[in-house]
Structures are given as C-alpha cells and as structure tokens.
C-alpha cells in the first residue's frame, strides 16, 4: 500500500510524468472500470499470471483515484478504509450481531433492509435505487432485479420464455420491414427480456456473456492458425476448410 502511494506521489511530482500529473478523478475513473473488465477478462481466462497482471493494474488505479481525490476533495485514505470497514459490519449483522442468516436469500434481505435505512433521502420511484451511468447490460440486469422484487414479474420461466418468442417475432418483423429504428427498438426489447431468463435462471448475464466471447475468441485464434499453416485465411468465400478448422478449434474449446 504504502509503496503504491509513493510510487504514485513519484509519478505526480513536478518532474514527474507527464501523463500522470494531468489525470483528474473524472478522467482516471474510465481507466479504473477498464481496467477492472480487463480484470474479468483475465479471472474467466484462467491464466493465474494474467489474474496477477490485471489485479495489480486494477489495484493501481484505485490507489491512483483514491489519491487524486484527497488532493482535490480532501478526503482522507485512512477513512476511506475505516468507513467501508464500519459499513461492512454494519450490514453483516448476522455476523457481528444479534441477527441470523441461514440462506443467500436471507443474507440479501438483511443486506437491501440495512442499505435503504442508510438512505436519508427517501427515492420517488423505486428504480432510482438502480445506480445509473452503469453499462447496458448491467443496467438491464438491476432494473429487472428491483422490479422482480417489488413483484413485478412473471410467473414462472414458461412465462419469460413465452415472452423471449414474442419479442422475437416482433424484431424480425421490423426487420424484415427495412425500418432500422424499429428494428434497433425491436432487438433492445429482445435483450432485455433475454437478460430476465438470465436472472430467473440465476445466471450472471456479464460472466455468461464473458465466457462466451473468451471462448470464441480462443476458437477463432486457433482456427487461424490452423489455416495458417495450409497458407489460406479464414475467409469462407476463399477457403473450402474454414469450416473444418472451425469444428476443429471446437474440438478444443
């Protein structure tokens, strides 16, 4: 930690980088969730050496932010830590405290009670509990969390199924119309109610999605390198055994 904080002081001084004495907690925030997917990129690839990599980037970027923001909102390191800490006991009250949890489900209950009497400020509408500025995707997942739990929801998985084949059929009919904007509006509908059979299924949509993508990428990397050795490229109008290579690649991943 301390090392951290003198390297980042180092790398602020007046004949410091360059790079790092320009950085605001505005423009440092982006390369923190950067780096923290770079991070998630690297825990579903299973490599420890990348894990260990990414993990201190992430770790330096938050130390760095942390930083900048007791030089210009005066905040304290220290406090930083010790309020988590506080918060952290405080809302494990089934731990450090007179209340039992014997399930997730409960632990979540006693979680969501502790973190709305926090709140001063009573919302108008229940989504303004969903933190806003978040990606798509995870926006998605915690405005059908909320609503889920307010009782908003279907049923049962028939339901949000039935729903997945409506929203379907609504998007290639505005596909098929040529109306991009419909389709556009059509295709969001789709994932949003795709992202709802994530969460009835219990599945975490962003590590479903990760996983998917580092799969096909490691399929396609070495799809072209078996092509590469029999001189042809992955391109399906070019080659007759772009196909074949791919079913290999599968093979292996």
Request: aromatic residues 8%; charged residues 35%; proline residues 3%.
């Amino acid at each position: 930690m301390n090392e951290t904080r003198e390297l980042i002081k180092r790398l602020r001084a007046e004949n410091g980088c360059p790079w790092d004495r320009k950085q605001t907690p505005v423009t440092l925030v982006r390369y923190l969730i950067e780096e923290s997917y770079e991070l998630q990129e690297a825990i579903h690839g299973g490599d420890p050496e990348e894990m260990t990599d990414e993990l201190g980037d992430t770790w330096f970027q938050l130390v760095f932010l942390i930083h900048l923001l007791e030089e210009t909102h005066g905040l304290s390191f220290s406090e930083v830590v010790k309020n988590n800490h506080r918060k952290m006991i405080r809302r494990h009250p089934h731990v450090f405290g007179d209340e039992t949890a014997e399930t997730e489900e409960e632990v979540k209950a006693h979680w969501a009670k502790i973190k709305k009497e926090e709140k001063s400020d009573q919302p108008t509408s229940l989504l303004d509990t969903v933190t806003s500025g978040t990606p798509p995707l995870m926006r998605a997942r915690d405005v059908s969390k909320v609503t889920a739990e307010a009782g908003f929801d279907w049923d049962d998985m028939d339901g949000v199924m039935e729903k997945v084949d409506e929203e379907w059929n609504e998007f290639t009919e505005a596909l098929g119309s040529g109306d991009k904007k419909a389709a556009s509006m059509e295709f969001g509908d789709l994932l949003f109610t795709l992202v709802n059979v994530a969460r009835v299924a219990g599945i975490d949509t962003d590590a479903a999605l990760s996983s998917s993508v580092a799969k096909f990428e490691n399929r396609y990397r070495l799809m072209e390198q078996l092509l590469a050795e029999k001189g042809q490229s992955p391109d399906r109008r070019s080659s007759s055994e772009v196909d074949a290579m791919w079913d290999r690649a599968k093979e292996q991943f």
